[in-house]
Each structure stands twice: as structure tokens, then as C-alpha cells.
């Protein structure tokens, strides 16, 4: 059996549990969804993510992570928590004072009244430890160099747990490894700055599309321009570096990132903001959706932060060129290139 052991920090809240949403558990099941999810975005940003290819992408993502008739290759474990959970808090009840923490995590405070009523959701504070462990049956570490791409794409472009979509969940991994990852090529350290990080990011992204072709049929490699779940490629993906100098937390970068979001949105008509996501109060929301936009914070070396854009452009159904306007209008963004 080959394995690699993570050592993860949370930068901002973590918000996960089980069918008991009153509860906290860190689970594998929720890191092994999260895995296929990127694991499939990258595959389908190299075959195509349409109807057509849709059965390649499910074979190469089922040959990783299994299906409910083939057993995974892949194990994972999650190892206890540093912190005991943590009640979340909003800080202001008034809609005339709406913090930028508050609006990103708006839906994790108490709701509802009588049997409808729901509290505030538990979360695990920053600087939570944890450890996450993916291990391979046999001694062939093809399938396990695999799981370790799904997993340096979830915790370099995305968020853990609900509300990771809106900087809820960030992460940064130890780079003091237990295990071999160093035969990806995929760097774990730290970027020292910003110019780092969007190497990181653009070298990163170029390494596990390498690595995954690798395991593909040699003439599956169309060109992708149209979609219809999200992909990981030039053109149904743009990716955002958010900075500034003076964020010296995790929390201050994600106070500005959402009242800045928070102020271009009430500034667009109320139809316009479905881009963004559905639910949202005062239009229909029966076509659920979503926000096509993962917003993430990211740990810089000497005590620096920044924030991470993400942008899918999946399908012919939305203009996001409201989303682009915001991230391109942002005062201090550096697109990453794929």
C-alpha cells in the first residue's frame, strides 16, 4: 500500500457536518466529493465536458475514486480535529451595517421560527489542524499520483465545507509531507508573494493536466470552448489573484474581498445578481444554481494573505461578464493565465 499524510491549517471558518447540520464532523466522504468534483473539472478541461465526452470523464474518474458498483482505489482518512467547534456569530443584525465577513456567511446564521427554526451553524475556528491521509491499494502509485493532483486542486483553488464558495473553508497545507508527493512535481510550500503564487497557480494547473493526460487514451484531447458542467480550461475558465498589501489576516482579506463583492452587487438590478447564485430574496428561485464564482483566501509567506477568484463558464445560459467586470474592476487583481 502506498499513502501520502496532509497536514492542513484553516485561514478562515470551517463549516462541515455531517446529516446532522447542527453537528461539526470533519469527514471523508465530503473530501472525497470535493476531490471527484476537480478531478472531474480537470479531466473534462482536457476531453471536453459536454454529453458526448461525458462517459471518458466518468471512466477516468471512476478509475480513481471508484463508482457505486466498482470499490475505490483510493482510501482516505481524516484524523481529529486541533479545536473543538465553535458557534458562529454574526456581528450585526442591521442591514444598514452589514460587515464583509457577515455577508459572505450570511446563511450560516440562525433562521426560521417555531419548527422552521435553525441556529447558528458550528464551525471549526482558524488555525485548526488536521490531517488527511490518501493511501492506494497495492504497490502501484499511478491511481494514488492521481488522488494527489484531485487534492492539490482542491486545496490550491478551492474551499472545504458549506458556504467554501464565499472564502468559508480556505485552507493551507504544511509542506513538511509524510509521504512521496514530490513525484507530482506539484509544489504544497507557501507562495513567498503574489508573482509566486500566480506561478504556483499557472505552473500547478499545467502539471496536473500533464499528469492526467497521462492516464487518457492518447486521441481524446479535442479542443474545449463549450460546456455544460464546469471545466478546468483557457476558455470556460478565468482565474483572479485578489491583493493587497496591507492584509496581514486571513480575516481582514476576507472582510474587503466581501464588502467589495457586497457594493457591486447592490449596485446591479436585482434580476442581474441571479449570476451570481440562486437563492436570493425577491426573484424566482426555482431553477437553483450554484455561484459560478469560488472565491478562496490563500496564505502568503511573512505573515501576507490574498484571495483567489475562481470563475467556471458553464453552458449558454448567463452573461458572466458581470462576474468578469467585478473581479477586472477589483483595486488590486493579477490574472493567473492557464
Not at 466498482?70 to 456581528?91: L, N, Y
Not at 450560516?108 to 488536521?130: N, Q, V, W
Not at 457591486?264 to 447564485?277: A, H, I, M, W
Not at 425577491?282 to 509567506?301: F, K, M
Amino acid at each position: 500500500m502506498k499513502q501520502v499524510t496532509f497536514t492542513l491549517r484553516t485561514l478562515t471558518p470551517l463549516f462541515l457536518a455531517g446529516a446532522d447540520q447542527t453537528s461539526a464532523e470533519l469527514r471523508a466522504p465530503t473530501f472525497r466529493g470535493l476531490m471527484r468534483y476537480w478531478y472531474r473539472a480537470l479531466i473534462g478541461g482536457i476531453v471536453g465536458a459536454n454529453k458526448e465526452t461525458l462517459p471518458l470523464v466518468m471512466k477516468a474518474e471512476t478509475a480513481i475514486f471508484g463508482a457505486t458498483d466498482i470499490g475505490s482505489h483510493i482510501s482516505i482518512r481524516i484524523s481529529e480535529a486541533s479545536k473543538d467547534p465553535q458557534r458562529f456569530r454574526r456581528e450585526s443584525y442591521s442591514r444598514e451595517n452589514v460587515s464583509g465577513r457577515d455577508y459572505l456567511l450570511w446563511s450560516m446564521a440562525a433562521s426560521g421560527k417555531g419548527e422552521r427554526y435553525k441556529p447558528d451553524r458550528l464551525l471549526f475556528p482558524k488555525d485548526t489542524i488536521f490531517r488527511v491521509t490518501l493511501s492506494s491499494k497495492g504497490d502501484d502509485d499511478t491511481k494514488l499520483q492521481q488522488a494527489i493532483v484531485a487534492f492539490w486542486l482542491l486545496t490550491h483553488l478551492g474551499g472545504i465545507g458549506s458556504r467554501s464558495r464565499r472564502c468559508a473553508g480556505s485552507v493551507t497545507v504544511d509542506d513538511n509531507i509524510d509521504g512521496d508527493a514530490n513525484k507530482t512535481g506539484l509544489t504544497f510550500a507557501p507562495p513567498e508573494n503574489r508573482e509566486d503564487l500566480q506561478h504556483q497557480i499557472s505552473e500547478g494547473i499545467k502539471i496536473t493536466q500533464k499528469l492526467a493526460r497521462e492516464s487518457l487514451p492518447a486521441n481524446s484531447l479535442p479542443s474545449v470552448t463549450q460546456t455544460t458542467f464546469d471545466a478546468l480550461a483557457q476558455k470556460t475558465c478565468s482565474i483572479w489573484i485578489l491583493h493587497n498589501d496591507n492584509w496581514r489576516t486571513p480575516d481582514t482579506a476576507m472582510r474587503a474581498i466581501g464588502s467589495n463583492l457586497q457594493t457591486y452587487r447592490s449596485d446591479l438590478p436585482l434580476q442581474s445578481r441571479t449570476v451570481f447564485g440562486l437563492p436570493l430574496m425577491g426573484v424566482e428561485n426555482r431553477l437553483r444554481h450554484a455561484s459560478p464564482l469560488l472565491l478562496r483566501i490563500v496564505e502568503l509567506q511573512k505573515g501576507k494573505y490574498a484571495g483567489l477568484a475562481v470563475l467556471f463558464k458553464t453552458g449558454h445560459n448567463h452573461d458572466y461578464t458581470l462576474i468578469e467586470k467585478w473581479a477586472n474592476g477589483f483595486p488590486g487583481r493579477t490574472q493567473v493565465v492557464l
